[in-house]
C-alpha cells in the first residue's frame, strides 16, 4: 500500500501507466527525472516486481498495480480499466502518459472513465498487430485505429510513436500537430561509448535481445550457420532470456541446443555495453511489431555496425550501406550473404559503426533529445 503524501494541488500531477516494473526502469527512467525537473508530481502506475526503489529515485511515486498484459480477456481488461480509474480520480492526475499498447487500451479506458481528457498515447510497436500481413492482422490495426482515435480519443489527446510507420498503420499522418515522433527511448551517448574493435577475423556477431520468435533469432543462428558452411569465419553470441510471460519466447532447452558451431547463448547480461565491445556487428533480424528497439540504439552508441532486417522501427534506424545492412525479415539466406559482405571488409565494418554513432548523436536518438520531446508535449498539456 503506497503511503506517500499527495502532490501539492499546485502542481499538475502526470500519470504513467505502463504494464510492468521493469519495461519502465529499463526504458524510461530518463523521463521521469525530466517530468520530475519540470516541477510535475510524478507517479508509475504499474505491475510492481523487483524495481520500484529505481523508479522512485527518479522522485516518482509508484503504485502497485496488478494487470497482466498478455491477457485478451476483455472482461478482465474493463475490470482493469473500472479500477485504474479509481487510481487516477484518488492521485487526482492532470495528464495520463499511457506506454505500450495494452497500457493505452486500458489506461485510456480508465482516464475517459476518469473524466481525464489529457492523455499521450505512446506506441512502443504494434507487436503482433503490426508484424501480420494477413487479413486478421489488417482488421485488427483497423478496429485499433477506431478505438484509439474515436471513443478513447479527446480533444487533448497526443499520439507518441518511435517510427513514421506505425502512425501511418494507425491512419495518422506524422506531421499532424497531434503526433509526436521519438528516436525510441533514447539512449545515454555518455554511458554507452564506442570502443576499439576486438582483432578479427572471426567476425563476432551479438543479438542482444529477449529471446522471443519475433526477434528472429533462429533466423539469426540459420544465418550464421549457413554462412560458416560457406567458409565465413563468423560467431554469434545470444544474450538475453525468454520473457516468461510472452506467448513468443523461445524455450530454453532450444537455445541451449543451439548453443554450438559458432553460436553460444550467454544468458541475460547486465552489462550491455561490454557485451557490444567484445563484438564487431549488432545483429536483430527481426520480423516486426518494433517501436524503435533499444539494443539497435545502444549498438550503434557503442560505435557497432548494424544488421537488421527492413521493417518498422530497424529500417528508421539503420539505413542500408551507411550504419550497417538492412535485409528482408524471415530470410536466412540474406543474413548470410551480408555476414559474409561484413566478414570481407573489416574497414567497412568500422566505418558503418562510426556513422551509427554520428547518427545517435545527430539524429534526436539521445534520452535528452527525447525527453525534450516529451517535455514539451507535457508543457501544452499542462497549460
Not at 94 to 119: S, Y
Not at 162 to 186: I, S
Not at 367 to 383: D, S, T, W
Given at each position: ?30 523521463l ?88 499521450v ?18 482488421v ?11 471513443p ?36 545515454d ?97 527481426s ?77 534526436g536518438?539521445t ?17
Open positions: 500500500m503506497d503511503t506517500s503524501p499527495p502532490p501539492s494541488p499546485a502542481r499538475k500531477t502526470l500519470v504513467f501507466i505502463v504494464t510492468e516494473d521493469w519495461f519502465f526502469a529499463s526504458h524510461f527512467l530518463p521521469a527525472r525530466a517530468a520530475v525537473a519540470m516541477d510535475l508530481a510524478v507517479a508509475v502506475v504499474t505491475r510492481v516486481r523487483a524495481h520500484r526503489a529505481v523508479i522512485e529515485a527518479t522522485g516518482a511515486r509508484v503504485i502497485p498495480f496488478e494487470a497482466e498484459r498478455s491477457s485478451l480477456n476483455p472482461m478482465a481488461a474493463g475490470y482493469a480499466a473500472g479500477q485504474l480509474a479509481g487510481i487516477l480520480k484518488a492521485l487526482k492526475a492532470d495528464i495520463v502518459h499511457c506506454i505500450a499498447l495494452r497500457a493505452i487500451l486500458v489506461g485510456g479506458t480508465a482516464a475517459a472513465m476518469a473524466g481525464i481528457p489529457a492523455r498515447y505512446a506506441l512502443t510497436g504494434l507487436g503482433l498487430l503490426g508484424a501480420r500481413g494477413d487479413a486478421t492482422g489488417r485488427s490495426r483497423v478496429a485499433l485505429r477506431s478505438l484509439i482515435r474515436g478513447l480519443s479527446s480533444r487533448k489527446t497526443r499520439f507518441v510513436f518511435e517510427n513514421p510507420d506505425d502512425a501511418r498503420a494507425l491512419g495518422l499522418d506524422p506531421a499532424e500537430t497531434a503526433v509526436t515522433l521519438v528516436g525510441g527511448a533514447g539512449v551517448p555518455a554511458v554507452f561509448v564506442p570502443r576499439p574493435l576486438p582483432p578479427a577475423p572471426p567476425l563476432r556477431v551479438a543479438l542482444v535481445a529477449r529471446m522471443l520468435w519475433s526477434k528472429g533469432v533462429d533466423t539469426a543462428v540459420e544465418a550464421v550457420r549457413r554462412a560458416r558452411a560457406d567458409g565465413v569465419a563468423v560467431e554469434l553470441s545470444l544474450y538475453g532470456a525468454p520473457d516468461p510471460s510472452n506467448r513468443r519466447a523461445i524455450p530454453e532447452a532450444t537455445l541451449r541446443d543451439w548453443s554450438h558451431d559458432g553460436v553460444t547463448w550467454h544468458g541475460p547480461t547486465t552489462d550491455v555495453a561490454g557485451a557490444y565491445a567484445a563484438h564487431h556487428v549488432a545483429c536483430l533480424p520480423r516486426g511489431g518494433e517501436g524503435l528497439p533499444r539494443t539497435l540504439l545502444e549498438a550503434a552508441a557503442c560505435g557497432r555496425a548494424l544488421l537488421t532486417t527492413d521493417v518498422p522501427g530497424c529500417r528508421t534506424l539503420v539505413r542500408d550501406g551507411i550504419e550497417g545492412c538492412v535485409v528482408p525479415p524471415d530470410d536466412p539466406a540474406a543474413l548470410a550473404a551480408a555476414l559474409a559482405r561484413l566478414a570481407a571488409d573489416p574497414d567497412r565494418v568500422a566505418r558503418m559503426g562510426a556513422a551509427a554513432r554520428t547518427r545517435i548523436e545527430t539524429g536518438f534520452e535528452a533529445a527525447v525527453a525534450r520531446a516529451l517535455g514539451a508535449v507535457y508543457r501544452e498539456l499542462a497549460a
